[in-house]
């Protein structure tokens, strides 16, 4: 309400008085000859003098946490140059940030927030969408929600540094999915440090390599008998099918990618990290229709954890990044959808911690997980678990493994 009231019409003057100015000093005026100018009372001067015409503002727009404008460019100009500038607005504006799209020709359209909405604590409680397989994590920069939808894009990339909030952000999405008919699988070779909070939600959990080679395994095979039931009758995903026949969609949580690659130079380590690879990928190929789909995240996943990596970064469509301590990394992340977004995340700060640039669309936004705590987490699980599907053969690989040990 506060910035309905005040806020908002103190920017646009704002933009109004700094606009010509603004425009001038930034490059985005365009000159003009004019023939004859008036200078003063009635001396009329004839010649030719440079004029700066700068590009039209539109009428502002409130939007809840800023405003939007159009801006309609000079013949001739091209929306790099207002992309170039964004910075200089936010300056003239007093705005947090200031974003420029151009989704038509000839008009850009710049959206500014007025204070950072990702400031503060976590959203508390987030409210649980109807919509299966979707799952609200947090909220963006522009004040929505934030959520990620497995059935628009199957599989995601969760990337950080240490304690950047890739942990919290799979909690976000446990306590978002655990009250949904989805089984949910967990990779933790951190000794299961992280996902056995959610175990009693869990319908498999491996905790070291071995245990997640034969997981995964296991969960290819699930798929390729999923892929066999939509062949024999005709369907193009499980979504396709009699709802008697349709299998439970099936989410993998990976945490920490590299624990699966990296290998100890055994022959034994390298044959799982190869198994790890090559079942993930699979999985990731095959699995979008087949509604098993991956959250892989980890701190670094560049070629250095082998060539299997590469390849599966490139199914991983949906990309979140929150801080890195690289550029490098956040350019494997954001690189092939926008050189802005890599910018962006490079400027996430430590004491940003949840904060990420996410992909939404083809574009991209700022946004920040909501804090789900540990015992939060706990008892989500506990709350939830008899919604848990039994899956025998995941279980199955595992038991047999740790029988084996
Ligand atoms: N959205 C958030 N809001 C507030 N605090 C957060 C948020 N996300 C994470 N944190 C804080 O940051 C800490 C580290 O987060 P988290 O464990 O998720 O990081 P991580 O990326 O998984 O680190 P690691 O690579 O070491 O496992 C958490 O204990 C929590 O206190
Ligand atoms: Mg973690």
């Known amino acids: 309400m506060r910035w309905y009231v005040l806020g908002f019409p103190v920017m646009v003057v704002r933009m109004a008085a700094t606009w010509r100015r603004l425009c001038i000093e930034s490059g985005l005026a365009v000159t003009r000859r004019s023939k004859n100018v008036v200078l003063g009372g009635d001396l009329l001067v004839s010649g030719?003098?440079?004029?700066?015409?700068?590009?039209?503002?539109?009428?502002?727009?409130?939007?809840?946490?800023?405003?939007?404008?159009?801006?309609?460019?000079?013949?001739?100009?091209?929306?790099?140059?207002?992309?170039?500038?964004?910075?200089?607005?936010?300056?003239?504006?007093?705005?947090?940030?200031?974003?420029?799209?151009?989704?038509?020709?000839?008009?850009?359209l710049a959206t500014a927030t007025a204070s950072d909405p990702l400031i503060g604590g976590g959203l508390g409680v987030v409210p649980r969408p109807a919509r299966?397989?979707?799952?609200?994590?947090?909220?963006?920069?522009?004040?929505?929600?934030?959520?990620?939808?497995?059935?628009?894009?199957?599989?995601?990339?969760?990337?950080?540094?240490?304690?950047?909030?890739?942990?919290?952000?799979?909690?976000?999405?446990?306590?978002?999915?655990?009250?949904?008919?989805?089984?949910?699988?967990?990779?933790?070779?951190?000794?299961?440090?992280?996902l056995s909070l959610f175990e009693p939600r869990l319908s498999a959990l491996a905790r070291d390599r071995g245990e997640a080679a034969a997981l995964l395994g296991a969960v290819l095979a699930e798929t390729e008998a999923r892929m066999a039931t939509c062949r024999e009758v005709g369907a193009r995903s499980i979504w396709d099918l009699p709802e008697m026949l349709r299998p439970v969609p099936l989410?993998?949580?990976?945490?920490?990618?590299?624990?699966?690659?990296?290998?100890?130079?055994?022959?034994?380590?390298?044959?799982?990290?190869?198994?790890?690879?090559?079942?993930?990928?699979?999985?990731?190929?095959?699995?979008?229709?087949?509604?098993?789909?991956?959250?892989?995240?980890?701190?670094?996943?560049?070629?250095?954890?082998?060539?299997?990596?590469?390849?599966?970064?490139?199914?991983?469509?949906?990309?979140?990044?929150?801080?890195?301590?690289?550029?490098?990394?956040?350019?494997?992340?954001?690189?092939?959808?926008?050189?802005?977004a890599v910018a962006v995340a490079q400027t996430i700060s430590e004491d940003e911690r949840g904060v990420a640039v996410t992909t939404v669309g083809g574009s991209w936004v700022r946004a920040r997980s909501t804090h789900t705590t540990a015992e939060q987490a706990r008892q989500t699980a506990v709350q939830f678990a008899k919604n848990t599907p039994e899956l025998p053969g995941l279980v199955h690989a595992i038991t047999e493994i740790r029988e084996a040990a």
């Open 48 to 108: 030719s003098e440079l004029r700066p015409v700068v590009p039209r503002l539109g009428v502002p727009q409130p939007t809840p946490t800023g405003l939007r404008v159009r801006i309609r460019m000079q013949p001739g100009q091209t929306p790099a140059a207002f992309l170039a500038a964004a910075d200089a607005m936010t300056h003239a504006w007093q705005a947090h940030a200031v974003r420029i799209v151009s989704p038509g020709r000839g008009w850009v």
């Open 132 to 194: 299966l397989l979707s799952a609200m994590v947090g909220r963006t920069e522009d004040g929505a929600l934030w959520v990620l939808d497995f059935r628009v894009v199957p599989h995601w990339l969760v990337v950080g540094a240490t304690r950047s909030g890739k942990s919290t952000l799979i909690a976000s999405l446990v306590f978002a999915l655990a009250p949904q008919p989805v089984a949910l699988v967990g990779i933790d070779c951190k000794g299961g440090m992280e």
């Open 251 to 340: 989410v993998v949580l990976v945490d920490e990618v590299a624990e699966l690659y990296l290998s100890d130079g055994s022959r034994e380590g390298k044959q799982l990290s190869g198994a790890c690879s090559t079942a993930l990928l699979r999985i990731g190929q095959l699995g979008a229709a087949l509604g098993v789909h991956l959250v892989v995240a980890g701190q670094r996943v560049g070629s250095e954890l082998g060539p299997g990596v590469t390849a599966l970064r490139a199914q991983l469509g949906g990309r979140i990044c929150h801080r890195v301590n690289d550029e490098q990394t956040a350019l494997m992340v954001l690189g092939d959808l926008s050189p802005e």
